[in-house]
């Protein structure tokens, strides 16, 4: 195809829940348009949008990629993006820049948890979008219940243009509502030859028929006043109110098909180009100046100042990084100096090239709306805007939501700790959902993400990409020590064996500090009886034995230590001798002030829908967790509450097994409690175990 314009590409991203045919829609897509010679599978590894090896391991997507294809004098961008909850940042990233969406629901389960998530980020883009009911050739497929569900449990209205001929493995094609054809499928590539409707379907063509122009009145008032004088809408008149209502998200039409027969791909495909926005009919596109709050816009104008966004970055450790982005304004060559305004610097861009799923092809110059990507560029991460440096604007990211699942990563060759921190943070900058840090009391180094699958991938990846493997544990949890009671407490060291001896003599007065205020020392040493070069040994001493508690070897905090009174050796004392002496009164002065353990506790706020409260609060009880409020959000409730950190480490697993995954939870630390004292002494004798 020659080079197009704005107006004649579509950016639409396939999004819905786990499994529900998004990638093999896609490979339908490209086999119909005479993309491929036969569509790749992805239950066979074949599939050109699955892949990379943990995807076709599993059969599901992992990360989203790219592809197009031309239909009609239109250049259709589509991505294919994972519907695995574990994901969702890349699948929400997607959705932040293109013009639609189809929204893929399954015609035996219908609405699912994860249709919910992606229908609200698109809500949130404000994303014109169409329904496709997939999977109607399965047994037990049902349109009409699946319809149902899409108004119970997204609460929106949304249209059928379309009726199934036939069902499960009878299902042959569609009645198109607005032409008053059946549409009959017969040939693989997925073209359809017109018949009448069938005798029996009538009454249902009638009823729906109905309803459709109704609906697409009512997304233009001068349609509305026809409909109601009474007057018959043309087919104009519903296709031009279509647009319009589908254009302001007023109208959300549905439509069905079987992705895997090529079924109802071809009318989806028509709907695309029709009724779907171009980045031209969507208009301009806000952001922000920089370092202001002042709102900037950019028209998808060929002419206006070059402006894009970055909402993919893969790690690659032959090719380097790749970047891939949407241009909203301008146009874009290879080889252009490019500015990025997110972090102040400026970029060499090489070849930018379009994306077949892995593979490159060679681009040329962009216009506005085109997605494409670039190699190696140096610092441009996911959601950074890139500009024409005179006319710098600034898009919103995507925030990435809070990592929820914690392991310890444990080198399985020694020595290989660098290497890890350097691979991981490659990992990063591919999938910022990911975080990771060095436990500050345990020294492990954590990688936490959305869930346990999140992780396992990502350790897969550095086995692939940067041959590292490694051990995943659950993280230990930083108890810490203190003491409930005062002692006076004497530290001595002494040792007389031959040649210069060692003295030092303390006393100390040992006794607990509110909860949180951390340690201190207190000289209050008089008439020199311990002299003053001494003492800050002493405090030295008592510092590192607060590091390994007596009970189980945990940090002790919350203590305050008086230094009272001492004697000295003129000849034998020395500043070890006190650090010594004061280190040795400490761990024995604790030990006669009662002291216990100390737990982390995470305030946590757990989202799920109704159903689900009982079983939810009953388990956190069951976790030791105290309800502290409750909320709604939508259709959802949320329950706040705090927890002992130990006991949700394998929280994203159970809530998911729970709630059927329709649970999602978020916590933070808030502060320590003392451990109930048969918890306690389980963790007392683990330690000493340990050794
Ligand atoms: N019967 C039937 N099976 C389908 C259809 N579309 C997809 N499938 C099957 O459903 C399974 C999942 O298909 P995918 O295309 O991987 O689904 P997906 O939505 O991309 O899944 P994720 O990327 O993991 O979210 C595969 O076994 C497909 O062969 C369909 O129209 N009919
Ligand atoms: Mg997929």
Redesign the pocket.
């Known amino acids: 195809m020659a080079k197009y314009e704005a107006k004649s590409l579509r950016n639409v991203a396939i999004v819905?829940?786990?499994?529900?045919?998004?990638?093999?829609?896609c490979?339908s897509f490209l086999y119909m348009a005479g993309k491929s010679d036969r569509p790749g599978?992805?239950?066979e590894g074949t599939?050109c949008m699955?892949f990379e090896p943990e995807e076709q391991k599993r059969?599901?997507?992992i990360s989203a990629a790219t592809n197009f294809f031309d239909w009609e004098k239109h250049r259709v961008n589509i991505i294919?993006?994972?519907?695995?909850s574990n994901f969702t940042y890349d699948t929400k990233n997607c959705l932040r820049i293109v013009d639609g969406a189809i929204i893929?629901i399954d015609a035996v389960g219908g609405v699912e948890f994860q249709t919910e998530t992606v229908w609200e980020y698109a809500d949130e883009f404000k994303l014109p979008r169409i329904i496709y009911i997939?999977?109607?050739?399965?047994e037990r497929a049902d349109f009409f219940k699946a319809v149902e569900s899409i108004k119970s449990r997204l609460k929106i209205k949304a249209t059928p243009l379309f009726l199934p001929i036939g069902v499960e493995e009878s299902f042959k094609g569609m009645v198109d509502l607005i032409t008053m054809k059946a549409m009959i499928f017969d040939d693989p590539k997925g073209s359809y030859r017109l018949e009448d409707i069938p005798g029996g379907m009538m009454e249902s063509v009638e009823k729906y028929r109905e309803i459709m122009v109704e609906d697409i009145a009512e997304s233009d008032e001068k349609l509305m006043d026809k409909y109601l004088g009474g007057e018959e809408l043309s087919l104009d008149d519903l296709k031009s109110g279509l647009k319009k209502g589908v254009l302001s998200s007023a109208l959300i039409p549905i439509v069905c098909?079987?992705?895997?027969?090529n079924i109802g791909v071809t009318p989806l495909t028509e709907m695309i180009v029709n009724y779907l926005p171009s980045p031209v009919d969507r208009g301009p596109v806000a952001g922000k100046k920089p370092n202001t709050e002042g709102i900037e816009k950019r028209s998808p104008d060929e002419s206006a100042p070059f402006s894009a966004m970055v909402f993919k970055t893969i790690a690659d450790p032959y090719t380097g990084r790749l970047t891939l982005f949407r241009v909203y304004s301008g146009t874009l060559r290879s080889d252009s100096n490019i500015y990025n305004v997110s972090r102040k610097l400026n970029e060499r861009f090489g070849n930018i090239f379009f994306l077949e799923g892995k593979n490159q092809k060679p681009a040329g110059s962009l216009v506005p709306g085109d997605i494409a990507a670039v190699a190696k560029l140096k610092e441009t991460a996911t959601g950074d805007t890139i500009c024409d440096e005179k006319s710098p604007i600034v898009y919103e990211r995507v925030i990435p939501p809070l990592a929820v699942t914690s392991f310890a990563v444990e080198p399985k060759t020694r020595g290989d700790e660098e290497k890890i921190v350097s691979s991981i943070n490659r990992l990063l900058e591919e999938d910022p959902s990911l975080t990771f840090h060095r436990g500050e009391q345990t020294k492990e180094m954590i990688l936490s993400g959305l869930g346990q699958v999140h992780i396992e991938v990502a350790v897969e990846k550095m086995r692939r990409k940067f041959s590292l493997e490694v051990n995943l544990k659950t993280p230990r949890v930083p108890y810490k020590e203190t003491i409930k009671g005062k002692t006076r407490v004497q530290g001595k060291y002494k040792k007389q064996s031959g040649g210069r001896g060692q003295y030092g003599d303390t006393w100390l007065e040992i006794e607990p500090l509110p909860r949180g205020e951390g340690s201190a020392f207190v000289d209050r040493i008089v008439g020199g009886v311990i002299p003053q070069q001494y003492r800050p040994a002493v405090e030295k001493g008592i510092i590192e034995a607060m590091e390994e508690g007596g009970l189980a070897g945990y940090p002790v905090v919350d203590v305050k230590v008086t230094l009272v009174d001492g004697t000295y050796h003129t000849v034998d004392s020395s500043e070890m001798a006190f650090k010594i002496a004061g280190s040795i009164g400490f761990k024995k002065g604790v030990l006669a002030c009662q002291p216990i353990l100390l737990e982390p506790i995470v305030n946590i706020e757990i989202e799920i829908p109704d159903e689900y409260m009982g079983d939810v609060i009953g388990d956190l009880t069951s976790r030791r967790g105290r309800i502290s409020g409750m909320d709604t959000r939508v259709s959802h409730q949320i329950v706040k509450a705090q927890v002992p950190l130990a006991e949700i480490l394998n929280y994203a697993a159970d809530l998911r097994s729970m709630t059927s995954g329709r649970g999602t939870f978020t916590y933070q630390h808030s502060h320590y409690e003392e451990v109930p004292p048969p918890i306690a002494e389980k963790i007392i004798a683990a330690s000493k175990k340990e050794g």
């Open positions: 819905g829940h786990g499994g529900v045919g998004k990638t093999s829609l490979e599978r992805v239950d599939s699955d059969h599901i997507s294919d993006t994972p519907g695995d893929l997939n999977r109607m050739d399965r098909g079987s992705a895997i027969k």
